[in-house]
């Protein structure tokens, strides 16, 4: 599975938007990128995921640029609870015969803390 | 609420001793996905069930195994138990395993 590459920080102030970044400049033809985030010591939440093409939903907005070798989750009002660490994930599509089958390599992530 | 149950929410246990974590995961979901995670190590892929069968295997221990019955349910079998398995255990669900994963709330296992 591709690495991916994200700060190990960020801050936001409440209301505002938050962009946090993630590179993946190994990431291959058959590869999503996911966001996950952790609140303090809780079950991981999902995000949002993409292959190529920007996603939207109720929580994010995912931008991958056109060489798909990085992206960004965009939060567009941020608040306090929103607090956690980010993870972006690569995770590989089904493979024939691999033994990939979808399971989620977690890094470090992003802790983003969300300030009043 | 992720709709992935599982079970028990805390576990104090001793040193050697022999635990079961159990999980239930979202309704319709095929696979299966336990993870650990310790205060110093981020989250650990253990090891994947699709359907009943075993499909990847991350770093898991010997002392470990797992199984995922034919209801679709895993169960987390943590044996000769260490100091050093104390930690966070997850578990998560995906309809396909091309499909997002839900996880559960954990179980914070405690070896004293």
């Known amino acids: 599975d591709a690495k991916t590459t994200q700060p190990t920080s960020m801050d936001c102030a409440e209301g505002r938007a938050a962009n946090l970044p993630c590179n993946h400049s190994t990431i291959s033809g058959n590869e999503y990128v996911y966001w996950y985030r952790q609140i303090h010591s809780q079950g991981p939440q999902y995000i949002i995921h993409?292959?190529?093409n920007n996603e939207t939903n109720e929580m994010a907005s995912l931008i991958i640029t056109e060489d798909r070798k990085s992206s960004t989750l965009i939060l567009p009002h941020a608040t306090l609870r929103d607090t956690a660490v980010y993870y972006c994930?690569?995770?590989?599509?089904?493979?024939?015969?691999?033994?990939?089958?979808?399971?989620?390599?977690f890094g470090q992530g992003t802790i983003l803390t969300v300030h009043p | 609420d992720s709709g992935v149950t599982q079970t028990p929410k805390h576990l104090i246990t001793a040193t050697g001793q022999r635990v079961t974590l159990r999980c239930s995961p979202r309704?319709?979901?095929?696979?299966v996905y336990w993870y650990q995670q310790s205060l110093d190590q981020g989250l650990q892929f253990l090891i994947q069930?699709?359907?009943?069968?075993?499909?990847a295997k991350g770093n898991i221990l010997e002392r470990f195994s797992a199984q995922q019955f034919p209801d679709l349910h895993s169960e987390l079998n943590l044996s000769s138990l260490e100091l050093g398995d104390s930690a966070l255990y997850f578990c998560?669900?995906?309809?396909?395993?091309?499909?997002?994963?839900?996880f559960g709330q954990g179980t914070r296992l405690t070896v004293v």
């Open positions: 309704s319709g979901d095929l696979s």
């Open positions: 998560a669900s995906s309809f396909t395993v091309n499909t997002e994963a839900f």
């Open positions: 994930i690569v995770r590989v599509a089904i493979t024939p015969g691999g033994t990939s089958y979808g399971k989620l390599t």
């Open positions: 993409g292959l190529k």
């Open positions: 069930y699709y359907n009943g069968e075993e499909r």
